[in-house]
């Protein structure tokens, strides 16, 4: 739910963001249901019905105050949140001979997350250009390793067949910090070392620019939009080294047209990679 940290205050969430917690971030399906009559009941108010049900659609982006969603999506491997995702969630995937994958931001400070004072002030940088509340944090500092360390922990006493580190490609973006290309690559390692303790199997999320140096420490890779921005080539050390590759698309081009999607799922079967079109 979502809690303010200070005052405990339980503000609104949309259905989606509901699932979301229950079943975990792309665990489900939305199923399309009929959009109902405008006004069924001829219902007689002090401002119409159709007027307010047109309001209502604006403001929650829904045609229905209802939403049916299938959770039982066939696949052998689930991405979900490490915090949001209870231990019963990750018993009950694991039972269905699920491989669980556990997300977090190992390169950010999140102001909703419970574990963010630990981050050392000095530690937390610019914000994140379409991200509220999240910020780059300095990955050389020893409080943002301490706080690694820890969520690490949190995946493997979950029970997590692996983790999905997010954002550990800083020392390309606007941080705050004066990162270099080795800052980056001794932090993704020492991620990839502490997860390895753990039994814990790792991703390089995105990171292309620094595949040939860390493909051997990463067990598998997640990718963002190589199709749309013809960036795929680069992870084929991975598919060499027999390791998965699980990318995810955005374009809505993929959606609608049929011709952009049948040559994506082309390409994408060409070079041995699991998409998801989202």
């Known amino acids: 739910l979502w809690v303010c940290p200070s005052c405990n ?33 001829n219902w007689s108010d002090s401002k119409s019905y159709k007027d307010r049900l047109k309001a ?27 915090f949001d ?21 190992a390169g950010s400070y999140e102001n909703w997350r419970r574990d ?14 379409g ?8 990955i050389r500092h020893a409080s943002v390793r301490k706080v690694i360390k820890k969520r690490l922990d949190l995946a493997h006493k979950k029970g997590c067949d692996g983790i999905e580190p997010d954002n550990i490609d800083g020392y390309t973006n606007k941080t705050g910090f004066p990162l270099t290309a080795e800052d980056q690559l001794n932090f993704n390692r020492f991620i990839a070392q502490e997860s ?28 963002e939009q190589c199709h749309q921005f013809d960036e795929c080539h680069l992870l084929q050390p991975f ?24 040559v994506l799922c082309q390409d994408a079967n060409k070079r041995q990679f699991k998409t998801l079109i989202l």
């Not at 004072?117 to 250009?129: L, W």
């Not at 999320?205 to 990463?218: M, P, R, S």
């Open 239 to 262: 598919i060499d080294q027999g390791k998965p590759v699980f990318n995810a698309e955005y374009n809505k081009k993929y959606i609608k047209n049929k011709q952009q999607r049948k």
């Open 9 to 41: 205050k339980h503000h609104r969430i949309s259905p989606s963001q509901r699932f979301d917690v229950i079943f975990g971030k792309n665990n489900y399906e939305v199923l399309k249901t009929p959009i109902p009559k405008d006004d069924p009941l």
């Open 196 to 223: 390895h303790q753990r039994q814990l199997a790792v991703a390089l999320k995105n990171d292309l620019n620094q595949i040939i140096e860390l493909v051997d420490v990463f067990d598998f890779a997640i990718n």
């Open 85 to 105: 995702s209870s231990f019963r969630l990750i018993r009950q995937l694991k039972k269905k001979n699920i491989h669980v994958i556990c997300y977090f931001s």
């Open 131 to 138: 991200w509220a509340g999240e910020r780059w944090t300095d």
């Open 56 to 82: 209502a659609r604006k403001k929650t982006n829904m045609d229905c105050g209802m939403m049916v969603i299938n959770t039982n999506i066939k696949t052998d491997v689930y991405i979900i949140d490490l």
């Open 116 to 129: 963010k004072y630990q981050f050392d002030k000095i530690a937390i940088g610019k914000e994140m250009d």
